[in-house]
């Protein structure tokens, strides 16, 4: 059922873990022309990849986003915090963190299928915290400050397996199967 989208992202560790994940192949794609717009909002962010993804392709897709939402900062950096992690990197994120007291943190994944006509999102979340520095060397990205709530260890402690069962992609991809199966 989700093989028969295109999954549209150019970044091979998404769809590696989202392949883990669904113990299924997919079909990833580039998508030369693809302007993603700029906000936190992680929603608006999936709704417009996913409408122009389609637009380009002429063909079902599949798109997703995430974020990391630092409690301190009001929801940012949301869905810009690749930006901060090209521009200041993780280490960065956690020195302009210092001087708050909240550490709190909230890891979000968006999927979304789009035929055309119809479009199903999924999100899943999880709470947790920031470490106070870079820890571990599994996965990408932010996971080498986010620690899930009821961990220790930051994501990038974390075997992928163990990462793969409990993260918000995991959760996000749970939901958006469930939708899949009711629309059936």
Known sequence: MLNQFKFVTGNPNKVREASEILDLTLESVQVDGLFEIQSPDIDAVIRHKAEQAHSILQCPVMVEDSGLVFHAWNGLPGALVKWFEETVSCEGMLKMLEGFDDRGATAICCFAVYDGKNMK????????????????????????????????????????????????????????????????
Do not use: C
Request: charged share 30%; hydrophobic share 30%; no cysteine.
């Open 121 to 184: 999102i999924a999100r899943g979340k999880v709470k947790g915290s920031l470490s106070s520095n870079i820890r571990g060397s599994n996965g990408f990205g932010w996971d080498v400050i986010f620690i899930p709530e009821g961990y220790k260890q930051t994501y990038g402690e974390m075997s992928p397996r163990g990462k793969n069962a409990i993260s918000h992609r995991k959760r996000a991809l749970d939901k958006l199967k469930q939708e899949l199966n009711k629309a059936l």
